[in-house]
């Protein structure tokens, strides 16, 4: 019976979708705002058993198991559609290239998708499981849980919930629905499709950098897309022409070789938290601004720039309001301002035992996780050496290793000082031929400028295919930013999911 239900609905889809096409005859390589519309809105209905299916698979990097899956869906997914797939074998998970030629193109665009998720930590999802997605809508505030049939007569404002489903499965789903609507429109792309999909990306894409070298005339290509992140709060059409990069330090401070009773030893064994505590405090200042000499050289935000940056509709009350904050660092005097620099920053502190563990010890060691995002202006290595020196001059023996017996005996202060670049940031110009292109798209689609945004303030790890290929780049995004990414209870607002497909119904019926 349940087959033959689903049957019968994806029967009704398609009618319409049928019916749709008939009305509008043979479409033109452009498809106009009306006919995105209705085909969108056709096809998110239609596409829903997709993206629950992709969403329905573990994808957790850590698990190359399930990491198999993903890879084995998307090869019949992409070849079903006409695509050639390549595995690029790395030493971790193996890259999936996906290409598409057409007749007469001139030019290649190259796809980026992020098909693995964060980890998950299923006691705080507020649902079965986190790979079992849930339809949910907003009833007095709260998400409440509603049949997954609903999704037939689906309202924008309804949700998925479900890990990846923002950050970045979502966007998947909806290129392949884009890929399917603009076939049974008969619109033909004038340009060859090459789809690279990174199954590492939340573990930093380490293996990326050398595939892309060992396979620079396999994903040669004029441009590339990235279909990842969420629009402008405003959640209006948007357009990002850059990234900040990432490095990560692990720095750990030493105590007794093990914790030891805070009645006998307090007042006596120093404590690497206190120490920790302390060393961080001594980078930054009430401001919230690193004093570290030399953190900001280079970094300038000249007359025009700073027009760029103004011109993104955001509202600073509305963000405090968002993250329930009184005040803001003081890096920039504003969001956009404040997102052109490099960042230091905490992101995890560890040492002893808390909440329903708690001891009365002192610990043997504290450790604290940082990352460092990375601008155009700034070299990382140089950025990792200033807090490694400034580290040195607060009177630490600095190691890359655990210290051994003879050294903590002789040195007062050791620090363990680990660090990885991960990735460098990019920029591309508004008026280069992928923004030009982009832009006329997003117009079109929406009957309004996008919102350009000259670089978000997260990373993206695709600055090997900018530096070694030699090609401009810019984000796409579509999901909805209060989405959970990298957190519990991650969402997709279905509204994003229709005017995804739309979005990218537009951009492969734009003459490139």
Not at 167 to 193: E, H, R, S, W
Request: net charge neutral; with cysteine.
């Amino acid at each position: 019976m349940k087959t033959t239900k689903k049957t019968t609905s994806n029967t009704a889809i398609f009618l319409v979708i049928a019916a749709f096409l008939m009305s509008h005859g043979s479409f033109s390589q452009k498809l106009s705002k009306a006919q995105l519309d209705e085909a969108s809105s056709a096809f998110a209905k239609s596409s829903f058993p997709l993206l629950r299916d992709i969403l329905s698979i573990p994808n957790d990097a850590f698990y190359p198991e399930d990491i198999e899956k993903n890879v084995k869906w998307c090869e019949s997914q992409f070849g079903s559609r006409d695509f050639r797939t390549t595995r690029i074998s790395t030493k971790g998970a193996p890259l999936l290239l996906a290409e598409r030629n057409h007749k007469r193109a001139k030019k290649t665009v190259l796809i980026y998708l992020q098909i693995d998720g964060q980890p998950v930590d299923t006691s705080r999802w507020n649902q079965k499981s986190p790979y079992i997605p849930a339809l949910k809508k907003s009833v007095n505030g709260e998400w409440q849980e509603i049949p997954w049939e609903s999704i037939a007569n689906y309202e924008d404002d309804w949700r998925v919930f479900a890990r990846a489903a923002s950050d970045a499965k979502g966007p998947v789903a909806m290129f392949l629905a884009a890929l399917d609507a603009t076939k049974q429109a008969k619109v033909v792309p004038n340009y060859n499709i090459k789809v690279i999909m990174d199954f590492e990306e939340e573990m930093g894409s380490p293996n990326l950098p050398q595939a892309v070298l060992d396979n620079t005339e396999l994903l040669k290509a004029d441009m590339l897309i990235i279909f990842d992140g969420p629009r402008h709060i405003t959640n209006k059409p948007t357009l990002t022409f850059g990234a900040r990069g990432i490095s990560t330090v692990q720095l750990t401070t030493y105590g007794p070789v093990v914790p030891q009773h805070s009645g006998h030893f307090g007042n006596y064994a120093p404590n690497p938290a206190l120490r920790l505590a302390k060393l961080l405090a001594s980078m930054k200042d009430e401001d919230g601004l690193v004093i570290i000499p030399g953190f900001y050289d280079g970094i300038d935000i000249n007359g025009e720039t700073e027009k760029i940056l103004k011109a993104v509709p955001d509202d600073e009350k509305q963000i405090k309001e968002r993250l329930q904050i009184a005040t803001t660092d003081k890096v920039g005097s504003y969001y956009q301002e404040a997102i052109q620099f490099p960042s230091l920053n905490i992101r995890g502190m560890q040492s002893g035992w808390i909440n329903e563990k708690v001891r009365t010890i002192v610990p043997g060691w504290a450790r604290a996780e940082i990352d460092i995002r990375l601008v155009l202006e700034s070299d990382p290595e140089r950025l990792i050496q200033l807090v490694k020196n400034h580290i040195e001059t607060q009177g630490y023996v600095v190691l890359d290793r655990e210290p051994t017996k003879e050294e903590r005996l002789k040195h007062e202060k050791i620090a363990t000082f680990t660090y990885e670049v991960s990735y460098q940031s990019f920029r591309t110009d508004f008026d280069s031929e992928v923004g030009l292109w982009l832009r006329s798209a997003l117009k079109r689609a929406f009957e309004e400028e996008p919102i350009m945004i000259r670089m978000s303030g997260g990373s993206i790890p695709i600055s090997p295919f900018v530096t070694t290929l030699g090609i401009p780049a810019v984000t796409v995004p579509t999901v909805n930013r209060d989405n959970n990414q990298h957190s519990p209870n991650e969402n997709l607002r279905l509204g994003n999911y229709r005017e995804g497909i739309k979005t990218m119904m537009a951009i492969l019926s734009e003459k490139l």
